[in-house]
């Protein structure tokens, strides 16, 4: 019961930790969907898609998706899925995090944007760590 418990605590300050970027006035919430991460220590090139994302918004990564960073730079990223649903991108999320240099404990603000025909855009912001 202990372990159950300890999970939840972690899984609900996430979750604060998220909603305090938009109250603290740090970020202005996104309009289309959108989720927050950081970089993954030991998977800094991969990104993963909430699966909660994936199913409340009916996104389709079937289309080309294309990173746009704050100064509007595009990162070609190639969509994988696995046999569970998840999904992660790969190909540009680490050169747009290298560029911009973010760093592990940054908060990345990822919005979809469709775009012109098939092809879809993740707008990605950052909340740096040490704004302080």
Do not use: H
């Not at 418990?5 to 996104?30: H, M, R, T, W, Y």
């Not at 992660?88 to 747009?96: A, E, F, H, I, T």
């Amino acid at each position: 019961m202990t372990t159950t418990s300890a999970f939840f605590k972690v899984f609900i300050s996430e979750i604060n930790e998220k909603d305090l970027i938009f109250q603290a006035g740090l970020a202005q919430q996104p309009i289309n969907p959108y989720f927050v991460t950081k970089v993954m220590q030991k998977r800094e090139a991969d990104l993963f898609i909430p699966m909660d994302v994936i199913k409340d918004f009916n996104l389709d990564f079937t289309q080309e998706i294309i990173l746009v960073d704050p100064r509007r730079r595009e990162f070609c990223a190639k969509c994988k899925q696995w046999k569970d649903g998840r999904i992660m991108l790969s190909g540009g999320w680490k050169s747009l995090c290298r560029l911009n240099l973010v760093t592990q404990d940054d908060k990345c603000i990822c919005e979809f944007v469709q775009g012109e025909g098939r092809r879809l855009f993740l707008n990605v912001t950052f909340v740096r760590a040490n704004m302080n």
